[in-house]
């Protein structure tokens, strides 16, 4: 018998601390990696195995120590490569080891416990099961039996059916289910018929779950031109060297990024190894899959939050095994186990959505990093409006930079017009759509194109306020205004989803002047469907709750059943439709303005994809963003795709008031129901640490708070920042680490925020 340290998966915050278990007699085996179930605390959790250990000296001390109660799985989940990169994730964003390893689980855990009551409904005991389900069929394989009567021909003449079975069976490397013995020409009666004689065995059989596995088609096999041939040539030779290294691909909007990405992966595949493939959103797996298809068949597999926990399982069982060596998936597909790993591909690596709201804060392309450094896979970032930071370091030489600055078919960058909404007001033109927008929409449809239009912002209204006394229709549990929604006539908060009805007169005058302020997707969706010609697709968060949503409204949208999409900010990204030829942009400038310092690199990112889905065929493309503020430089810069110029001076400006890429962030929150408590922690933190800098222990800092957030209520938790800015967060996390703090239950450290508000 030996001991183990165990991380306790639990989903809290503060446990820190691997426990000891002893190894019974039965599970030898067990080692670094292993999912085990173990008591805790009076019940039985999950736990992964960290390392084995010896026993402790003292005799009080091993009375303590309780063995582990089972192994999970028949395999090891982590190899030394996940360990490592979950050991380095807790050590970066400053969270528990359990809490690291806990994101490489599909679901987060591999078991659930049911309570067990008599007819009174007393609790009896509990019971455990495997969360994660295998789907088996019924399968048959030749036995001896069967062997014996095929080589000695006894069967009947007649029966040909039941001799081509056998010889099938035969020669099977593996049991066989009723619809692969179909294939080969053999029906259910005759493997019934050998059953009953007792010449094959059955038996049940996994079978892998695959909601995109699709009859094998061939695709077209574009001409490179030099740019990415240069750019396929680099990455190809980093592959065959399996030393790390990090490229970014930076291109225009429709300058071929994804050819190069799948020539990249196709090396890497040839040489045996597998491909990641990171994209931001589910909207853009669809298209994305469908391409990869043609080159690699069904040896894809596909990961995203849509799929059910025990599909993710299969998935990460096809990568774990080899059986796939391409996975196309969204962030959390960072944390698949693989065989063989052998490059990283990271598409629009400039967006928001690879990076994760809820602690632990990681962010998925430090992520990759870590694991091609574990594994010596090369990362190819690709973007036509990189992170400011990434943009940093290719330029500065810590990445190779391969650029496109060119469309292989020869399309120029769509034309753009600004639209000074100002005018369109004064002019008494109060719709969302300006003249000139549903001018060009009518034409576009008119002559059988399509058009995308994007509104960052769902629903019908953004908000509802009595037209008397000015009170603003708010979520009674966030600092925040519902937002009316016209499919279920109702008002949302898109916080914390509490839902209630549209008020007949104001809750605090009595008034019945009430007024829906402000435009969202629906409203704008009906608004364009008063224009002659135009049907209109609507995609947003609320139009694609279902599994496959996404992928059918781009299916119809594509099949021209719909000439104008509209949607938030998932109908700007990567779509790649040549009969879109019109782009309107609604409230270009409303990112502009918000109280963050990556707001100015939010909105050119967005406008620049969002103009890149014009002209994309062989048509001349047409932009129209409409802006409150035409003379704004972000919007001018977006407009001629000049991400050069507008990155020049995002540099420089941040270099000015220190923020990233010339400082590290790091953003400490406060959640409590009581305010003044949640204050007074706040203050308590930042109280500590200027005592450490007054004492030199942390070196050059800023501290900024503690501050209100920007929505300073969510869920009826008060909410309270504290940033930190430093050369080096190290000696500042350190501090934090090593003090109470690290295990305040409702203090939350951020690592690299997305956002300072």
């Known amino acids: 018998?030996?001991?183990?340290?165990?991380?306790?998966?639990?989903?809290?915050?503060?446990?820190?601390?691997?426990?000891?278990?002893?190894?019974?007699?039965?599970?030898?085996?067990?080692?670094?990696?292993?999912?085990?179930?173990?008591?805790?605390?009076?019940q039985k959790v999950e736990g992964f195995v960290v390392e084995r250990t010896s026993f402790p000296e003292e005799p009080m001390q091993m009375a303590k120590i309780k063995n582990i109660e089972a192994a999970i799985g028949d395999r090891p989940w982590f190899d030394a490569e996940m360990l490592a990169t979950a050991r380095w994730l807790a050590h970066y964003y400053m969270?528990?080891?359990?809490?690291?390893?806990?994101?490489?689980?599909?679901?987060?855990?591999?078991?659930?416990?049911?309570?067990?009551?008599?007819?009174?409904?007393?609790?009896?005991?509990?019971?455990?099961?495997?969360?994660?389900?295998?789907?088996?069929?019924?399968?048959?394989?030749?036995?001896?039996?069967?062997?014996e009567t095929l080589a000695e021909q006894t069967l009947a003449a007649r029966a040909k059916g039941q001799h081509k079975a056998l010889e099938v069976l035969a020669v099977a490397d593996d049991w066989l289910t009723t619809g692969?013995?179909?294939?080969?020409?053999?029906?259910?009666?005759?493997?019934?018929?050998?059953?009953?004689?007792?010449?094959?065995?059955?038996?049940?059989?996994?079978?892998?779950?695959?909601?995109?596995?699709?009859?094998?088609q061939a695709g077209e096999r574009l001409v490179l031109t030099e740019e990415q041939k240069q750019a396929v040539a680099a990455v190809n030779a980093a592959t065959d060297a399996g030393k790390h290294r990090c490229f970014l691909l930076q291109g225009i909007t429709g300058s071929g990024k994804t050819e190069v990405y799948l020539r990249a992966a196709a090396h890497a595949v040839d040489a045996g190894k597998q491909v990641l493939m990171l994209v931001p959103e589910i909207a853009l797996t669809a298209q994305l899959v469908k391409r990869f298809q043609t080159w690699f068949g069904n040896t894809i597999a596909v990961a995203h939050s849509k799929l059910s926990q025990n599909e993710r399982g299969d998935v990460w069982y096809r990568m774990a095994t080899g059986q796939a060596r391409v996975l196309i998936g969204v962030r959390s597909a960072v944390f698949a186990p693989f065989e063989n790993l052998g490059l990283v591909i990271m598409d629009e690596e400039h967006e928001g959505s690879y990076k994760q709201e809820e602690r632990p804060n990681y962010h998925a392309r430090d992520v990759a990093m870590a694991r091609c450094r574990h594994t010596g896979a090369p990362l190819l970032l690709g973007s036509a409006t990189p992170d400011i930071c990434t943009y940093y370091k290719a330029t500065h030489?810590?990445?190779?930079?391969?650029?496109?600055?060119?469309?292989?078919?020869?399309s120029v960058l769509p034309e753009v017009e600004l639209v000074d909404m100002r005018q369109e007001l004064a002019e008494k033109n109060y719709s969302v759509l300006s003249r000139r927008l549903q001018q060009c929409l009518v034409t576009t449809v008119g002559s059988g194109e399509q058009a995308i239009v994007l509104l960052n912002r769902r629903g019908y209204s953004t908000f509802v306020m009595c037209r008397d006394c000015g009170y603003t229709i708010t979520c009674p549990h966030c600092a925040v205004a519902l937002v009316y929604h016209s499919a279920h006539e109702d008002m949302r908060c898109h916080y914390c989803g509490n839902t209630a009805p549209v008020p007949t007169v104001c809750p605090t005058c009595g008034s019945r002047r009430i007024k829906f302020f402000g435009t969202g997707t629906q409203k704008a969706e009906a608004e364009l469907e008063q224009l002659p010609e135009v049907r209109v697709l609507r995609m947003d968060q609320d139009s694609t709750m279902?599994?496959?949503?996404?992928?059918?409204?781009?299916?119809?949208?594509?099949?021209?059943?719909?000439?104008?999409?509209?949607?938030?900010?998932?109908?700007?990204?990567?779509?790649?439709?040549?009969?879109?030829?019109?782009?309107?942009?609604l409230a270009a400038d409303s990112a502009l303005n918000l109280p963050d310092y990556r707001a100015s690199e939010r909105a050119f990112s967005l406008l620049t994809q969002a103009a890149g889905r014009a002209g994309r065929g062989d048509k001349c493309g047409h932009v129209i963003f409409q802006t409150y503020d035409p003379e704004n430089r972000v919007v001018r810069l977006a407009a001629t795709q000049d991400y050069d110029t507008f990155a020049k001076g995002e540099l420089q400006a941040r270099q000015d008031f220190f923020y990233p890429p010339f400082a590290q962030i790091l953003k400490m929150t406060v959640w409590d129901k009581d305010e003044g408590a949640g204050l007074a922690l706040a203050q308590k933190v930042v109280f500590f640490l200027q005592r450490l800098q007054l004492e030199g222990k942390l070196g050059e800092m800023v501290v900024a708070g503690p501050f209100p957030a920007l929505v300073s209520k969510v869920?009826?938790?008060?909410?309270?920042?504290?940033l930190v800015k430093s050369e080096n967060l190290e000696p500042v996390k350190a501090a934090l680490l090593a003090s109470p703090f690290k295990e305040q239950p409702n203090l939350y450290f951020d690592v690299d925020p997305a956002s300072v508000i």
């Not at 009896?124 to 399968?139: H, W």
């Not at 990445?399 to 020869?410: M, V």
């Not at 869920?715 to 504290?722: C, E, G, K, P, Q």
């Open 180 to 216: 692969e013995l179909g294939q080969q020409g053999v029906s259910p009666a005759v493997i019934k018929a050998l059953v009953q004689r007792e010449l094959v065995a059955t038996g049940q059989k996994r079978i892998l779950r695959n909601s995109y596995e699709r009859p094998l």
């Open 95 to 147: 969270c528990s080891l359990a809490e690291a390893m806990r994101l490489f689980v599909p679901g987060k855990t591999s078991i659930k416990r049911s309570a067990v009551r008599d007819e009174a409904g007393k609790l009896l005991y509990y019971e455990y099961a495997q969360r994660l389900k295998e789907k088996t069929v019924l399968a048959y394989r030749i036995n001896a039996a069967g062997r």
């Open 397 to 410: 030489g810590e990445y190779t930079h391969l650029r496109l600055t060119k469309r292989p078919n020869g």
């Open 715 to 722: 869920r009826d938790l008060f909410r309270f920042n504290i």
């Open 1 to 42: 018998m030996f001991a183990v340290n165990v991380a306790i998966n639990l989903p809290v915050k503060s446990l820190f601390r691997q426990f000891t278990y002893a190894v019974p007699d039965d599970l030898p085996f067990l080692d670094a990696g292993w999912r085990v179930v173990v008591p805790f605390s009076g």
């Open 546 to 585: 279902a599994k496959f949503a996404h992928e059918e409204i781009l299916r119809r949208f594509a099949a021209k059943e719909r000439n104008v999409l509209i949607g938030t900010q998932m109908v700007a990204k990567g779509h790649d439709i040549p009969n879109v030829t019109l782009v309107g942009v």
